[in-house]
């Protein structure tokens, strides 16, 4: 207690409460830095993405501003990506690292602005708290490829901070300076393009500029008012933007395939969704369970369901309508929460999902203003209310602090976030899909294959997960249903890439290389700058002695991904059977570079060394080579012909032993042992 009368007579309570808010959230996200990237969308946006992967460069930095892909326009949400990377490397916890920060940042941006534009601080630091520590928000925090979300948030709060700081005296430099911040925030994520909405409610609650019939200023803070129509045709810039963006990002989502036809989506199951999925989130505000990175599309809503929503926020907007005179805040909080919600609420659906708590991560904030300043105005004559309003917002945020401690927890890897939502959620095709493929990640085929097949059934005609399945039956040398799959999948996707590659590895391990050229070919086509395929078409080539094609595919590979161990290493063996040892020397020391755990390449620099009569160095590659795959016949192979040039020839009869165990037929080393035992007299 003599702590606070200090902090209370040295008007230091306002950095106090900055510094709470900052801990308790750093507290309940504590458990990120040491979380994994997910196999849900943060494979495109950073660790198999070249672009973002190779940092910045003038390459990527034009890529990021010329991009739609994969789903919309957001050249600074890529370039946050390119700097992590660029410092950080693919070290997961320091990306999740920076996406908390900035969350952190919100938090305090969300405080400061708000006390700023009402006086008030308690009320504002309420909402600050729902803000920062509600779990229907982990997910924007704790998904790495959702840093667009706490992205384009920071400079959603700046915008309102400068937007504050030219009601109080506009100029048409602080004006310029709100429509940078608000440029910058589209930048990042279009759906920020309610922005300006949000500041005309601003304009009539807390700004008070708004000039109304009958209203009058309710406290000293008001500025000078305008007409509506005035305060419209100021933010017309603004709107301009906004609906540039918008026209944009439609035509981007519509070239790549994100929306979602008529036809799959009937207009009618929409508004029934959107209705639902309005009063949903607001469930989930108060009540956040079962909360799942992806909730299915459902295949049917019952009337009474979507009418009874529609009624329910009906009666809600009228009754806060009919408050708006005495108090602004409920009208002002509703519209926040319903018109930032409208880019996302499935109108216009993108993607798969019924819904996402990610989409709340904004929008609740109106919520959180009527439940901020409503509960004591309705509570204001009861002479317990203070205390009573104290006890219950330090219950609240625990609880809903301990509930966001758990959800980040399931966040962990890939792994425990679909077997999560897979028990929270039914029918769930996507999760299957992709706990599937993070168990066929650590070679839990069997496993992985039973989650596929559990899509398949769930949604038949689903070409991704007819490609994965055909991976993981390749992996248990089941080549024939593997291309089965490929082809299912291709006969859905006659476009798909990834599936044509796949198809074309599964013939060139039938020896059927010009077939597996032509789906490379097709593959390369479809997708200039994959990567993956050009070095397939690479290896098919130089299977026929066509080296210098060969070449020029494993080159093009590089070109694209710098960082593309496996293509240096293929590009090294092209240029040593060509007698070219130096550069092969060089790439297959770049491929261990990038790849420490790169047993071939490792194996490839031996024979280098080696052919140099560097023989200590050689056998050290080649016993790392078989630290990573101790089964490496090969390896086992050349080291022992090593030992025995050095003279250790115990050692090397050792190793032509086990390359003999692993590999039978190996008729080499047989011969090879044979002579060394001669030479050690044991033959």
Request: aromatic fraction near 12%; include cysteine.
């Amino acid at each position: 207690m003599p702590l606070f009368f200090h902090i209370m007579q040295q008007n230091l309570l306002p950095y106090a409460v900055y510094l709470v808010l900052i801990f308790a959230t750093l507290a309940v996200f504590h458990q990120l830095p040491s979380h994994d990237f997910v196999n849900y969308d943060d494979d495109l946006f950073v660790y198999e993405n070249p672009q973002v992967q190779n940092g910045f460069s003038k390459e990527g930095v034009i890529w990021a501003f010329t991009s739609f892909s994969p789903d919309y326009w957001k050249p600074l949400s890529w370039l946050s990506h390119m700097l992590d990377c660029e410092l950080f490397g693919l070290r997961p916890g320091m990306h999740h690292l920076t996406s908390l920060l900035l969350h952190v940042a919100n938090s305090v941006l969300l405080l400061l602005v708000l006390s700023r534009m009402t006086g008030a601080l308690w009320p504002s630091s309420f909402v600050a708290a729902l803000f920062a520590l509600h779990p229907l928000h982990v997910e924007s925090v704790a998904w790495v490829a959702e840093r667009k979300d706490v992205l384009s948030a920071f400079f959603w709060f700046l915008t309102i901070w400068a937007y504050s700081r030219y009601a109080e005296r506009p100029r048409s430099g602080r004006y310029l300076f709100v429509l940078l911040l608000f440029a910058l925030g589209l930048m990042a994520k279009p759906m920020v393009v309610t922005l300006p909405f949000v500041l005309l409610l601003l304009d009539y609650w807390p700004l008070e500029r708004m000039k109304l019939p009958g209203m009058k200023p309710k406290n000293e803070r008001s500025m000078a008012q305008s007409s509506a129509f005035h305060l419209v045709w100021e933010k017309i810039p603004l709107f301009v933007v906004s609906g540039a963006t918008t026209v944009v990002t439609v035509i981007a989502q519509r070239q790549v395939g994100a929306l979602k036809s008529i036809e799959s989506y009937p207009f009618t199951h929409r508004i029934a969704n959107a209705l639902v999925s309005y009063t949903s989130y607001i469930g989930k505000m108060i009540w956040p369970h079962k909360l799942a990175v992806f909730y299915p599309y459902p295949t049917a809503i019952p009337l009474w369901q979507s009418a009874g929503a529609g009624l329910l926020l009906i009666t809600i907007s009228l009754l806060l309508m009919r408050a708006a005179a005495n108090r602004p805040y409920l009208v002002v909080g509703w519209l926040w929460y319903v018109v930032t919600l409208l880019p996302v609420i499935g109108l216009v659906q993108v993607g798969g999902q019924a819904m996402a708590d990610r989409y709340t991560y904004l929008s609740l904030i109106g919520l959180f203003i009527i439940i901020a300043w409503g509960v004591p105005s309705l509570l204001a004559n009861w002479r317990h209310a203070k205390k009573a309003i104290a006890l219950a917002t330090a219950v609240l945020l625990l609880g809903f602090a301990t509930c966001s401690v758990l959800q980040v927890r399931h966040w962990q890897n890939s792994i425990s976030l679909f077997r999560h939502t897979n028990k929270v959620t039914s029918n769930n095709d996507v999760a299957h899909n992709h706990l599937g493929i993070a168990l066929a990640s650590q070679g839990e085929f069997e496993q992985a294959m039973s989650h596929y097949a559990e899509a398949l059934r769930i949604k038949p005609r689903e070409q991704y997960v007819h490609n994965n399945l055909g991976i993981a039956l390749v992996r248990q040398g089941r080549l024939e249903e593997a291309m089965g799959h490929y082809g299912a999948a291709l006969r859905i996707k006659p476009d798909f890439a990834k599936a044509h590659n796949n198809l074309g590895n599964a013939l060139a391990m039938q020896g059927k290389f010009e077939e597996a050229m032509s789906h490379y070919s097709e593959a390369l086509r479809i997708k200039p700058d994959f990567a993956e395929a050009h070095n397939n078409l690479g290896n098919a080539l130089a299977r026929q002695g066509k080296f210098e094609e060969a070449m020029s595919h494993y080159s093009e590979a590089l070109r694209i991904n710098p960082e593309y161990a496996g293509a240096h290493n293929n590009l090294g063996n092209t240029l040593a059977m060509q007698g070219q040892f130096e550069g092969a020397m060089s790439h297959y020391s770049e491929a261990t570079r990038i790849n420490p755990e790169h047993a071939q390449a490792h194996n490839n620099l031996g024979n280098m060394l080696a052919r140099k009569g560097r023989l200590e160095e050689a056998a050290n590659y080649y016993s790392e080579a078989l630290r990573i795959k101790p089964n490496y016949a090969k390896a086992h192979y050349n080291l022992a012909n090593t030992l025995a040039e050095m003279g250790r020839l115990d050692e090397a009869i050792g190793h032509y032993s086990e390359a003999l165990r692993i590999k039978p037929d190996y008729t080499a080393a047989r011969e090879n042992l044979e002579l060394v035992l001669r030479r050690h007299g044991k033959l």
